[in-house]
């Protein structure tokens, strides 16, 4: 919200300048000034709320709070077509074997989980966008900007906060995805992709519903930007194994995947689970929350 809204101011007093420049024409210099005074008020509106952070929310009441409702996924929705599969790197292999070979014994704590995560998708994005040059139905997306995988974008500790109401009280939620991944410009709302990292080994579900929150502000700010395709996918993993999710028109559906030992591949699970409830977070957008029907 506060970038946006910095944005936003930005390119009005650059217009301004234009139109003082350009044009002596009053009524069109007062609508100007007019915008730029409504952004400023409603940017200190927007700082005067008291603050929650998304890790502050219980997990079992996401859901309901962003108006979701868990759909039973088809058998191959959260599966990639045959066309969208693509190998991990050789080299991905041995660098995960030496991260084991070098931190044996060492505890599994949020830091080396990190270095796990950020070598598994730094080494497996570089691979998709080498081979989108020799795969080009690997160059289709769902967004209008997107030309091609190697317009990928991906930011680490991106930032997101979005006046909501919880518990009755309207208050300013935010949080820091752990990795984003979108086609365009961020404040454009194109995030295709949000990825949460777990604390610990085993903590996949709490960073479930972490990285469902997010993608429901997304999803939110794309269905208040009226954006053709609303929808938004989430993982949240401890790098060892996790959890997919899916989030299209107000409906979300998970799966379990875990990384085949000694493997170059990533196995989803057979089995479908669904979310449990239980206790154990700078997208910038102003949105509306929607009222329940």
Not at 31 to 40: F, G, H, S, V, Y
Not at 89 to 114: Q, W
Request: with cysteine.
């Amino acid at each position: 919200m506060a970038e946006f809204i910095d944005i936003l101011q930005q390119r009005v007093n650059k217009l301004a300048e234009k139109v003082a420049h350009y044009t002596k024409n009053k009524q069109i210099m007062e609508e100007t000034d007019a915008i730029a005074n409504l952004i400023r008020t409603e940017s200190r509106k927007r700082n005067k709320l008291p603050s929650k952070a998304v890790t502050e929310l219980e997990a079992a009441q996401i859901p309901d709070l962003f108006f979701l409702k868990e759909d039973d996924p088809t058998d191959d929705e959260l599966r990639p077509r045959d066309h969208e599969m693509v190998t991990l790197p050789t080299h991905l292999e041995t660098v995960l074997g030496d991260y084991a070979l070098a931190t044996g014994g060492s505890p599994a704590n949020e830091t080396m989980l990190r270095s796990r995560i950020d070598a598994i998708m730094l080494c497996t994005l570089a691979m998709m966008k080498r081979e989108c040059v020799y795969n080009p139905r690997l160059s289709t997306g769902s967004v209008q900007s997107t030309d091609s995988i190697r317009s990928l974008h991906l930011q680490f500790e991106r930032s997101i906060k979005t006046p909501w109401k919880v518990e009755g009280k309207q208050c300013l939620l935010s949080g820091v995805v752990d990795y984003s991944l979108w086609f365009g410009m961020p404040q454009n709302y194109e995030t295709n992709l949000v990825m949460v990292e777990a604390k610990k080994i085993g903590a996949v579900d709490s960073g479930t519903f972490q990285c469902l929150a997010y993608m429901a502000i997304i999803h939110h700010a794309r269905k208040r930007a009226k954006m053709k395709d609303t929808s938004v996918y989430g993982i949240a993993t401890d790098s060892f194994r996790g959890k997919q999710a899916r989030l299209k028109s107000s409906l979300f559906s998970t799966k379990f995947f875990e990384t085949a030992a000694h493997s170059s591949s990533i196995q989803p699970q057979p089995q479908r689970k669904r979310w449990r409830e239980g206790s154990d977070t700078e997208f910038t957008t102003e949105l509306e929350q929607p009222r329940r029907g």
